[in-house]
């Protein structure tokens, strides 16, 4: 086994940037899930109005809450149903394409994202009867290096708590990420194994595998708790002898889990572990994000994994996202399907003239909220809504995100609780107390926070363009492009604040808007406290709701980045989180 360092560049500044190419892949139901489910085996997500997804563009990912009457709909690039050999389809489809390039000296990336239990890794690394999309590469590739006398090797390795080590040693060993004086990454240390035919791989791929890190967790009982990326880099042989020049290289990531701890009943160490893999999906959602929006700044640097990954997102690289979803999860589906949806290409409303006239301090704002708020599945929607968004207020239970109510006492299945760490005896899945961040001491400050965007969602509200009627609020969904010009011209944070979270809008419930529509605007009120008593409860209480989520959910640099929250409080905040989800803010903001 050769060990040596790889080199990863950093994309040019000039290249163009890649789109990331957005698919769903849903699983099948287990066996004990249609048990359980006493037979019935009807998915939650499909295809709307039966399209063509072999030929179309774009699909419409449809998901429906069998429970409620919640729907939602959302533009991928492919959709891959639950039927047997769909990771072979997603492999011919749309990963062999991305081959060639590698032999060419393009990187590519691909990605399975999803909830826990929802079939990334067996998409990735599939089982000996149906292969996964990392064996079918690898055969692919050996097969062309054999045509050409190029030389395949592998690598592999994990992130787990935001360190990276690789998993072809046999003793555990940490890789070190080091930047060289031209700004360039390299894993140091990491192991690179040729590969001339599949039994090797699988031979090596297997060890590896072995070493991953995986638990028992309430929802999958074996869960991974890393990242694990499989690269495979194409060299080419020098005549003279010297080390073959590398040409370019796969990166097939099986990405651990994006993970509800109210489900999971995590503690101890898999609660750090979690609240790790979460930020770190976050902060590669925020890549894709600013990748595919092409924002003057990729915040590469703000997880181990994002900034591995450097050279593979972005500049000439080409990526690909498999969302894996499992058929009988509609909660978890629809966050996994709004952060995919926010992956794709988004068109930037704010033209480059208005942005100057922003105030920074509003910009980041607005900037922080947005990226978090789409995470989430809201802008892309309020972004071809406009003000149609708002409007919805109040008016759909089904568009409101509900706050799903915990409930430690009944749906945890706590099984992993002492295993791994022993001083942690108490079953907090159930002793939880509901913690209040805002307790007295606090309440100035978050206040402030929570009123700050709030004021200026009053202020841009009350404003000319709330009278704009019915028929110009449908138009601004994409039917006339002088309101899609108006919808540019308003400020992403109103929004962003809309509490619709899917990107299409049903022909039915616009006829049912276009009908019933009555705004719910504040007017001529005083101050900003004042403007933002005089919206709907339905608005506060969703605008708090989505507070307390990005509390919840935010990095410590976007925390800190919040006005009115220092370090201490920051560090407060990830402290009370990691013990148990905040919940509530104090009960007088809710009014
Ligand atoms: N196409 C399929 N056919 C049969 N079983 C499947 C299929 N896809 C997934 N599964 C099964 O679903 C379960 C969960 O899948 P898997 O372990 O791949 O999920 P995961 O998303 O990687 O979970 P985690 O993030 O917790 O590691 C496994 O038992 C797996 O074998």
């Known amino acids: 086994m050769e060990t040596q360092s790889v080199k990863l560049g950093t994309p040019s500044k000039q290249a163009t940037v890649s789109k990331v190419r957005v698919v769903v892949r849903v699983r099948p139901f287990l066996p004990q899930e249609i048990t359980a489910r006493n037979g019935n085996s009807k998915s939650c997500i499909f295809l709307l109005d039966h399209q063509d997804n072999d030929s179309s563009d774009e699909v419409s990912v449809h998901l429906k809450d069998p429970n409620t009457s919640r729907n939602e709909s959302y533009r991928l690039d492919s959709f891959f149903d639950q039927e047997d050999g769909n990771v072979r389809r997603i492999f011919y489809r749309e990963v ?20 826990t239990g929802s079939g990334k890794t067996y998409t990735m690394q599939g089982t000996e009867e149906h292969p996964g999309l990392m064996p079918l590469a690898m055969s692919t590739i050996l097969s062309i290096c054999q045509s050409t006398g190029c030389i395949a090797e592998i690598s592999y390795y994990e992130v787990y708590m935001d360190r990276c080590y690789d998993l072809l040693e046999v003793k555990t060993r940490e890789i070190s990420i080091l930047d060289d004086k031209d700004g360039q990454i390299h894993l140091r240390g990491l192991s690179r194994v040729p590969i001339n035919t599949m039994s090797e791989f699988h031979q090596v791929f297997s060890c590896g595998i072995q070493r991953r890190k995986v638990a028992h967790t309430g929802l999958n009982d074996v869960s991974s708790r890393s990242h694990g990326v499989l690269v495979i880099a194409v060299s080419t042989p020098c005549d003279d002898g010297s080390r073959p020049v590398l040409m370019g290289k796969l990166n097939l990531i099986d990405l651990a889990g994006n993970e509800d701890n109210r489900r999971t009943c995590n503690e101890g160490i898999r609660l750090q572990e979690s609240a790790k893999i979460n930020q770190s999906l976050f902060a590669l959602s925020n890549v894709i994000y600013a990748l595919n929006n092409k924002l003057p700044r990729v915040p ?24 894996c979803l499992n058929p009988g999860e509609y909660q978890e ?32 704002m607005e900037a922080k909220l947005q990226a978090w708020l789409e995470s989430r599945g809201k802008t892309k929607s309020a972004q071809r809504m406009g003000p149609f968004a708002s409007r919805l207020v109040g008016k759909t239970p089904s568009s409101i995100r509900s706050m799903k109510k915990l409930d430690y006492n009944s749906s945890c299945k706590v099984k992993n609780s002492t295993k791994d760490d022993p001083s942690n005896t108490k079953d907090r899945g159930l002793s939880v107390t509901s913690r209040n961040l805002f307790n007295n001491e606090d309440v100035v400050d978050i206040e402030q926070i929570m009123l700050k965007p709030t004021m200026n969602l009053a202020e841009e509200s009350s404003g000319k363009e709330e009278t704009t009627t019915v028929e110009n609020s449908v138009d601004t969904i994409g039917l006339s492009p002088s309101n899609e010009r108006k919808t540019a011209m308003r400020s992403p944070l109103r929004k962003v604040l809309s509490p619709i979270s899917s990107n299409i809008i049903p022909e039915a419930i616009k006829a049912q808007f276009s009908l019933s529509y009555e705004p719910k605007t504040p007017q001529n009120v005083g101050t900003p406290l ?8 339905n608005v506060k209480s969703s605008l708090v709701q989505e507070y307390i989520e990005f509390l919840n959910t935010a990095s410590r640099e976007e925390l800190l980045g919040l006005k009115g929250i220092g370090s201490k409080m920051t560090e407060y905040i990830i402290e009370l989180r990691e013990t148990s989800p905040l919940k509530s803010v104090r009960k007088a903001f809710l009014c």
């Open 333 to 364: 589906s629809l966050h996994t399907v709004s952060l995919a949806a926010r992956s794709r290409h988004i068109s930037n409303v704010v033209s480059s003239a208005q942005k100057l006239e922003t105030p920074k301090e509003k910009v980041d």
């Open 96 to 115: 062999n394409s991305l081959i060639p390039g590698i032999f060419h000296g393009f990187n590519a990336t691909v990605f399975a994202y999803g909830a």
């Open 300 to 323: 590469y640097r703000e997880s181990k994994l994002t900034r591995i990954l450097q050279d593979s997102l972005g500049g000439t690289s080409r990526a690909l996202m498999v969302a």
């Open 530 to 537: 004042d403007k933002f008593n005089a919206w709907s409860s």
